[in-house]
């Protein structure tokens, strides 16, 4: 007989939208079930090793309460327990690793601390139970309802069965939507269902995003070399048709402008932090490959506290798109071969990589697994950008968001609106053989609509299962929308256990959707956007 753990709400994946969901209902006094298949809390943010992605106006606007404390709360982590130096330290928007991508690149350690921070009254409380690592592998329902989720444990394969009246999907994935039998959509749909304009005319399930496995590295002197990969030699010479080179070189196509690009690559320039721009609105950053994602510069450290600067791998040269790992018979298979990928890109650095100095290869490349916890020195988990995704009341679709479509209209106002975000449909190549798909975006809002499956009463997606499309999804995949929409999914659930009521009759209520924003609005969820401007 399994062991059964219940509570009023089961939050199943502890990625952002997994912490945010289970803050949300634990700050009501709910008692939370949350589950995670990996080491560590936070998923993009942290197992992942993806340092966050946001956009321009961030320190000022355009992100719920929540999601700035734990953007302060890192901050904070490091000013407390880093030897910073004196100009770092009261630099307000301190940047730890001054990259490019983000006013706040920082090691995801920082970010595994301040979410088990934010997380750990409710432990002591005993209104929160966490359960690491396990993950779901089937599911029972009665009609329209979840009754239980059973979860096994990763190592050992204990099996623990879970209920409660609602049931959130916080996976990378969306797992629960196959085991639950609730209806999803994967890929790429066709123009004539969504009328996007740059969806293809018929449908294609299996396309879908390259996922990444990333990795950090530092350099130092030495020979720091690690063994060839086994398929070291295929991953060498392999050359999609549309990249310009082979995938193992500085060159690739410009995700804007589709142009073949040359990046550079100089470990530890000895740049200041502070010259370092930090806008996606100005520029996508990823010139220069060692700054682009970088999580520590070692300028904002005192003297000798780094060694070396710590660069984050998160480039185009370690996209897999050789085949997708959802509703695929292999997929084990294909993550391992993403990690051979990112192994072999790291061989590539290493051994062959041209210098400026006209000589090959950077031996003094340390892999730093110490920073991304992976046992095999990678991160824990793969970067996967593309999940299955809810039938909603609503999708969310390209003419909703996209620049050359709204103009100075900006995007779709939703009445139903729970939240905001911005990014651009960022889509990287795809299983189908498709080049990057980059388009400019409005700031948008987040429809309820988006989270309420067609079907299913007691299911809510918290992470990016809403319902998007294949194209939408590129600008709603980031970190802070995945937060905004797992607050919300959580408020929802204690929203309707409070009124009784199901999470479609507050949409579809007017009464009842105006009591519920006006709830999201006073726990600091911005619902509309001051006047600006996408890009």
Known sequence: MLDHVSGDVVVVGGGLGGVAAALALLRAGRRVVLTEEFDWLGGQLTSQAVPPDEHSWVERFGVTASYRALRDGIRDHYRRNYPLTPRARAWRELNPGAGNVSRLCHEPRVAVAVIDEMLAPFRGSGLLTVLQPYRPVAARSDGDRITSVTV?????????????????????????????????????????????????????????????????????????????????????????????????????????????????????????????????????????????????????????????DICLVNWPMIDYFESPVIDVPDAEAHFAAARELSRSVLYWLQTEAPRQDGGTGFPGLRLRGDVTGGADGLAQAPYIRESRRIRAEYTIVEQDLSLAVRGDKG????????????????????????????????????????????????????????????????????????????????????????????????????GLLAEFQHRLDRDGVELRWPDVSGY
């Open 152 to 308: 096994e444990h990763r190592d050992s394969g204990e099996r623990i069965e879970l209920s409660a009246p609602y049931v959130l999907d916080a996976t990378e994935t969306g797992e629960l939507l196959p085991l639950s039998g609730t209806e999803y959509v994967t890929g790429f749909e066709s123009t004539l269902d969504t009328g996007e304009p740059s969806a293809p005319e018929v449908a294609q399930p299996a396309n879908m995003q390259a996922m990444s496995v990333c990795f950090a590295i530092d350099h130092i002197d030495g020979d720091h070399t690690i063994d060839k990969p086994a398929r070291y030699d295929f991953w060498r010479t392999y050359q999609p048709s549309y990249w310009g080179d082979r995938m193992l070189s500085f060159r690739s196509p410009d995700p804007r402008t589709l142009s073949i690009a040359e990046r550079t690559f100089t470990p530890n320039p000895d740049d200041d932090p502070f010259s370092v721009v930090s806008d996606q609105r100005l520029s996508a950053g990823d010139g220069n490959l060692w700054t682009f994602r970088r999580i520590a510069a070692r300028r904002n450290f005192v003297e000798g506290a780094y060694a070396s």
């Open 411 to 510: 995007a779709v106002e939703h009445e139903d609106a729970v939240g905001v975000g911005m990014y651009r449909i960022d889509l990287h190549p795809s299983t189908g053989g498709d080049n990057y798909l980059d388009v400019a975006s409005c700031p948008f809002e987040i429809p309820l609509g988006a989270l309420i499956p067609q079907r299913v009463e007691n299911l809510l997606p918290a992470g990016k299962n809403i319902g998007t499309t294949h194209i939408t999804n590129g600008s709603h995949r980031l970190h802070p929308v995945e937060w905004n929409i797992g607050e919300v999914a959580g408020a929802l659930a204690d929203f309707c256990l409070a009124h009784r009521v199901t999470p479609r009759a507050v949409r579809n209520t007017p």
